[in-house]
């Protein structure tokens, strides 16, 4: 072996080395997090009210992004997509859990708001999200409750902080439109 494969093949092992430990610490990270977050029965049942809810709201604001009649319904429903994706993600991450379908409401109501345009759309999507954060609020201050778990508390927390601002906006949006 000549000097510089020596010296790349030495390279190459240190960093290696170096990398173990960081590469064992990430491991140790999720394993440690499923220890510390066991789901019991009133964890698993905000979990999948929450995501149900929240995938609904995805799905319609996910449409409002590309029909809503006016901007600021958009840039709400962009957002609204942006953290419920967010929040999906953690939840299921944590509990291995996908969303349930929507209950047959939500899903009349997504059918209303695929066929529906300009000011009827609008005020069908805000009346509608409205509505699921309304729900969503109930769910997060029902786990609050009932659940003990203190790392899901604290998501729950700060979930339940952002639902309150969206209730605040969607009620000025719809009041001016009134």
Do not use: C, K, W
């Not at 390279?11 to 610490?25: E, I, R, T």
């Not at 995501?51 to 029909?67: C, D, F, K, T």
């Not at 953690?90 to 109501?109: C, F, K, V, W």
């Not at 969503?136 to 409750?145: D, G, K, P, S, T």
Request: hydrophobic share 40%; no cysteine; net charge positive.
């Amino acid at each position: 072996m000549d000097r510089r494969t020596f010296g790349t093949s030495m390279m190459l092992g240190a960093f290696g080395l170096a990398a173990a430990p960081a590469a064992a610490q990430r491991g140790a990270v999720r394993r440690g997090m499923s220890a510390m977050m066991p789901m019991g029965a009133a964890e698993m049942r905000h979990v999948r009210e929450t995501l149900q809810i929240g995938n609904v709201s995805r799905m319609q604001s996910e449409l409002a992004r590309q029909r809503g009649n006016e901007r600021m319904l958009q840039e709400f429903a962009g957002f609204e997509v942006e953290e419920t994706t967010s929040i999906a993600t953690i939840l299921t991450e944590l509990s291995g859990m996908t969303p349930p379908p929507p209950p047959p409401a939500d899903q009349r109501l997504m059918e209303q708001l695929q066929r529906a345009r300009g000011a009827e759309f609008d005020r069908l999507y805000i009346t509608g999200q409205l509505d699921g954060h309304e729900r969503l609020l109930r769910v997060q201050e029902q786990y609050m409750q009932t659940g003990r778990n203190q790392h899901h508390r604290h998501i729950t927390m700060l979930a339940r902080g952002r639902i309150v601002e969206h209730i605040a906006d969607l009620r000025r949006m719809r009041d001016m439109r009134s």
